[in-house]
């Protein structure tokens, strides 16, 4: 149990660096991991002590991005189709949230 809490408080920490939300695809986190390392990439930066900081900076980010990568690639899907291939978009939505109040067909 020690493990699993540590390992999200490293997620959760991850994402904050790099200033993402809650939910993320795995494009937004590769967006955000780049437009951070643009501003703290030691090659970018001015004067010896900014190069040193960068440098520092540069590998929290690279292990945040790197923490919430794994994360995202640990998830396995199943690629062989199943009945809901056979649904259209429509009636997928339908049949997983159709009962519900303020996403069902009951909604005013």
Not at 8 to 20: K, M, P, S, T
Not at 41 to 60: F, K, N, Q, W, Y
Not at 87 to 101: T, V, Y
Request: with cysteine.
């Amino acid at each position: 149990m020690k493990k699993k809490v540590a390992k999200w408080e490293e997620i959760v920490a991850a994402r904050d660096l790099l200033g993402l939300d809650n939910i993320a695809s795995l494009e937004e986190i590769k967006q955000a991991y780049r437009r951070k390392a643009k501003a703290h990439h030691p090659d970018l930066t001015g004067s010896a002590p900014e190069v040193a900081e960068g440098a520092v900076e540069m590998h929290r980010l690279t292990e945040a991005y790197q923490t919430l990568t794994s994360y995202c690639f640990s998830y396995r899907i199943s690629l062989e189709p199943d009945q809901d291939s056979q649904l259209d978009d429509e009636d997928w939505w339908m049949q997983r949230f159709g009962n519900d109040p303020l996403w069902g067909k009951g909604k005013v």
